[in-house]
């Protein structure tokens, strides 16, 4: 019996470790230099819900290059997914830490703190699965991508597929989709307000009224304020030469309506933003006149 029961082990070591281990060699993430992904497991995932839901929803996405995108919505993005990124090669471990921490406390396996990296690498290749495997699957093709590519084409592809409302996938998709322009003619709050809803973005709308989002873009304006958009590392990755300049791959657009109802914030929300503990409650004093003072910031883009 004892023999059994040791054998039975072995084999599920062995079926989990080819199971993990293969993904140190396949995909091919290093195509990615020179190809743009023309549907993800995560919209291939997305679209098994709708036919099951009986949704008739098509995926509406336009690629487009990160010259072609206000660096406005790249700040914005940054400063509310992952403020750490120019730095980290992957893994934000403190993040990672209070994560497990929160998990511990709740007895519950959510295990958030996610890059920009990472979450690029689930949207790509996995599924949303909060399982311990497939954490562990992410995080080896996470270490594969921040090797084989530079920070720019990274956020380049994060912004091309990360998921914006039902349907609605892509920063330039979301753009004529919420505020009827592309994704360069986007300012300051609207960027803001965009970066907001990644949390979660099938439960929050850009222009609804739910007091998260309101709170959450305002917050992340201001620290685009205090910081202003030329900073060391920004410069430095966007002086360098595009990898490559690929063709755009063709996407049915056929949006569906969004509603402007909101629910309550719950799970699937991040942690506060890095700086908000150091914002006070209706703190003004940096944001006097916010048109005023939107102008002077989109100036220094341009």
Known sequence: ???????????????????LG?????????????????????????????LKEGKN????????????????????VIISEDDKFWHH???????????????IKKRKFKVGGSTISQQLAKNLYLSPSKNPIRKIKEAILTWRIEKALSKKRIIELYL?????????????????????????????????????????????????????VINRSERIYRIMIRRGI?????EAVMKEPDEVIPDEPEQTENPPSVSKDEENPGEGVKE?????????????????????NEEKFEKTVN
Request: glycine fraction near 4%; proline fraction near 7%; hydrophobic fraction near 40%.
């Open 230 to 234: 030329i900073i060391p590392d920004y």
């Open 1 to 19: 019996m004892f023999k059994k029961i040791l054998f039975i082990i072995a084999v599920i070591f062995v079926g989990i470790s080819l199971n």
């Open 160 to 212: 091309n597929v990360a998921e914006w409302g039902e349907g609605i996938f892509g920063i330039e998709a979301a753009a004529h989709h919420y505020f009827g322009k592309p994704a360069s003619a986007l300012s300051a709050r609207e960027a803001a307000k965009l970066a907001a809803v990644l949390p979660n973005p099938r439960r929050y709308n850009p222009l609804g009224s739910s007091k998260y």
């Open 57 to 76: 929803i098509k995926i509406n996405q336009k690629w487009v290059k990160l010259s072609r995108i206000n660096p406005l919505v790249i700040k914005a």
């Open 22 to 50: 293969i993904y140190f060699f396949y995909p091919d993430v290093a195509k990615l230099k020179k190809e743009n992904p023309v549907k993800t497991a995560f919209m291939e995932y997305r679209e098994d819900e709708w």
């Open 272 to 292: 506060p933003l890095p700086e908000e503990k150091k914002i006070k409650e209706g703190e003004q004093k940096e944001i006097s006149s916010p048109a005023e």
């Open 89 to 103: 090669e992957g893994f934000d471990y403190d993040a990672l830490q209070k994560a497990i921490e929160e998990d």
